[in-house]
C-alpha cells in the first residue's frame, strides 16, 4: 500500500460543528485529493492540491475548506457540518510526471453528522 | 467537463461465468483511463490503467479491459469471475490537468 494515513478513521459529531479530517502521505507526492463516496454517487472531487498552498476546488466543493501547508499533509475542513455531508471521505495522492497519473487512496473516513 | 458512465449498477453471477462491465467518457482531449475496485470495507485499488500503446490493456487478478477510442469505451472484461471477485468496481478518466472523474459504480456480486 502506498503510504497514506487518514484521521480521525471514524466520527460522530453534531450539526453545526466544524470538523477537520488530516490526510497524511510519506511518498512525496505532489498532488493530493479529497473525495467524498456516497451510494449511487461513487466518488466526487472535493478539493485537490498541486503543491504546497496550492489547492482548487472540486465538484462539490461547498461547505469544505482545504489547507496544505506542507508536502505530506492535506486537511479538510468542514466548516459548520451539516447532516448532508454524512460520508466516507477518501484521500488519494499521485506523482507528478508522464505515466504516473494513477491515484493511491488512504483507507477512508467515515464522518457521521448527527 | 468531463464525464464517466457506468451502465450496469449491480451484476449478479454465478462462478465461473464470464463478465463485462461496461464503461462510456466523453471528453475531448487526451484521456488516461482506470478502473478501480473497492472489496467491501476496503479502500480503492488500482485494477488496470490505459494511458497510450495497445487498447487491450491487462490488469490484476484477470481482469482486462479494452479502450475503443471511436465508441468513447473502455470496458472491464474477465472470463470466468470467482467468488472473492465480489466488490464495487469503477471506472475513472483522467483529463490533461490530472483531474480524476469517476463513474457511479458498479457493485458485482459473485455466488458460489
Known amino acids: 500500500d502506498a503510504g497514506i494515513t487518514q484521521s480521525p478513521r471514524h466520527k460522530v459529531t453534531e450539526t453545526g460543528t466544524p470538523v477537520t479530517l488530516r490526510c497524511h502521505q510519506t511518498?512525496?507526492?505532489?498532488?493530493m485529493y479529497w473525495y467524498r463516496q456516497d451510494p449511487g454517487h461513487g466518488l466526487r472531487l472535493i478539493h485537490y492540491?498541486?503543491?504546497?498552498?496550492?489547492?482548487d476546488k472540486g465538484e462539490v466543493s461547498d461547505g469544505y475548506s482545504v489547507s496544505r501547508s506542507k508536502t505530506e499533509d492535506f486537511l479538510l475542513t468542514l466548516e459548520s457540518a451539516t447532516s448532508s455531508q454524512t460520508s466516507v471521505y477518501f484521500c488519494?495522492?499521485?506523482?507528478?510526471?508522464?505515466?504516473?497519473?494513477?491515484?493511491?487512496f488512504g483507507p477512508g473516513t467515515r464522518l457521521t453528522v448527527l | 467537463a468531463q464525464s464517466v458512465s457506468q451502465h450496469n449498477h449491480h451484476v449478479i453471477l454465478s462462478e465461473a461465468a464470464s463478465l463485462e462491465l461496461g464503461c462510456n467518457y466523453s471528453?475531448?482531449?487526451?484521456?488516461?483511463l482506470f478502473w478501480y475496485v473497492q472489496y467491501p470495507g476496503q479502500h480503492l485499488q488500482l485494477l488496470l490503467k490505459?494511458?497510450?500503446?495497445?487498447?487491450l490493456v491487462k490488469g490484476i487478478k484477470g481482469f482486462e479491459a479494452e479502450f475503443i477510442k471511436s465508441k468513447f469505451s473502455f470496458n472491464l472484461r474477465k472470463p470466468s469471475v470467482q467468488w472473492s471477485d465480489t466488490a464495487e468496481y469503477f471506472c475513472?478518466?483522467?483529463?490533461?490537468?490530472?483531474?480524476?472523474?469517476f463513474g457511479d459504480g458498479t457493485t458485482l456480486t459473485v455466488k458460489p
Open positions: 488519494a495522492i499521485r506523482g507528478a510526471g508522464r505515466g504516473t497519473d494513477t491515484q493511491y
Open positions: 511518498e512525496n507526492h505532489r498532488y
Open positions: 492540491s498541486y503543491g504546497v498552498k496550492d489547492t
Open positions: 471528453y475531448g482531449g487526451t484521456v488516461n
Open positions: 490505459y494511458f497510450s500503446g495497445d487498447p
Open positions: 475513472a478518466v483522467n483529463d490533461d490537468a490530472g483531474k480524476s472523474t
